[in-house]
């Protein structure tokens, strides 16, 4: 019999289950919202714990502000984290540092985590184990160099980064859409090389509006990935949906997260 995928009882497993979702992350700590574009560690530990069982090596190679780390101290898993920009990489061991050392002493502190500076695009050069769970969020496209990008704004006068660095190597600088999107997926390819067989990658990702135009970031990544990766299933992250205070919905953003496997496992 196959080994089980995870560790939930059936009932956490079933409410896993549905296509869509609402997560109401605690407050982003002030370090945290440096960042630009971060995933809540409450959200990644959920699809760890649902994707991997104690003890397992979970992988992100793009890892920001380190909350892919922070969700695997925090459920006891193995953690690997790359990062281009030197400056997000101390952030994220710091971060981890300090959730580590707060916890309860009682608590299971067997397990590693690390952050590894470099481009991911060379991952295939960087001797790793066996990886069982891959989760991780892309710079979505140039989006935060768009000038029309509201959210900017906010953080502009906040005095916030607006972006991840300057460097040519980050995908985030990328113009073409093409380009980018050829980039990506080749370190994908990389990264599905030091996976497991069976294992599964989680891509946090949506589609990117500019002004009038959608470009289906989310649909196309998952189309291009067909060809080394099945294509399992798809959560929406409604990060919006929510009550204005005229009791309305407030509208629907999607975050489409797309769950792919090479097959050998079924949840
Ligand atoms: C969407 S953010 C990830 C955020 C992360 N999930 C978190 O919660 O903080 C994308 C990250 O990819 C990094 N990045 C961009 N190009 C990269 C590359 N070529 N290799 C490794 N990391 C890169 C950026 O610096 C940025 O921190």
């Known amino acids: 019999m196959p080994a089980p995928l995870n560790d939930l009882t059936p009932k956490e497993w079933v409410k896993f289950q549905k296509s869509w979702f609402v997560h109401n992350p605690p407050p982003r700590d002030k370090t945290k919202i440096l960042h630009p574009a971060s995933f809540p560690e409450s959200l990644a530990a959920e699809f760890i714990k649902f994707f991997t069982r104690k003890g397992?090596?979970?992988l992100d190679p793009m890892v920001g502000s380190g909350s892919t780390l922070i969700a695997c101290a925090m459920t006891g898993r193995n953690g690997i984290g790359i990062e281009l920009s030197p400056y997000w990489a101390k952030i994220a061991e710091t971060r981890l540092n300090e959730f580590k050392a707060q916890r309860n002493l009682f608590e299971d502190n067997t397990t590693e985590q690390r952050v590894i500076v470099a481009d991911a695009r060379e991952i295939d050069q960087i001797d790793l184990p066996l990886i069982d769970y891959v989760l991780t969020s892309p710079p979505y496209?140039?989006?935060?160099?768009?000038?029309?990008h509201v959210r900017q704004e906010a953080r502009r006068a906040k005095?916030?980064?607006?972006?991840?660095?300057?460097d040519p190597r980050d995908l985030g600088n990328i113009k073409d859409y093409d380009q980018f999107l050829d980039e990506l997926v080749t370190i994908y390819r990389k990264v599905a090389d030091k996976m497991r067989s069976g294992a599964y990658m989680t891509i946090?990702?949506?589609?990117?509006?500019?002004?009038?135009?959608?470009?289906?970031?989310?649909?196309?990544?998952?189309?291009?990935?067909?060809?080394f990766l099945e294509l399992m299933s798809e959560r929406i992250w409604s990060a919006t949906v929510g009550f204005s205070r005229r009791?309305?919905?407030?509208?629907?953003e999607p975050f489409g997260h797309l769950g792919l496997a090479d097959g050998s496992l079924s949840p």
């Open 56 to 58: 397992m090596w979970v």
């Open 141 to 148: 496209w140039d989006v935060l160099r768009w000038e029309g």
């Open 247 to 252: 009791f309305a919905l407030k509208g629907f």
């Open 204 to 227: 946090i990702v949506r589609n990117v509006k500019k002004g009038a135009w959608l470009y289906p970031l989310a649909w196309e990544l998952a189309l291009r990935l067909r060809d």
């Open 159 to 166: 005095g916030l980064p607006l972006y991840y660095s300057d």
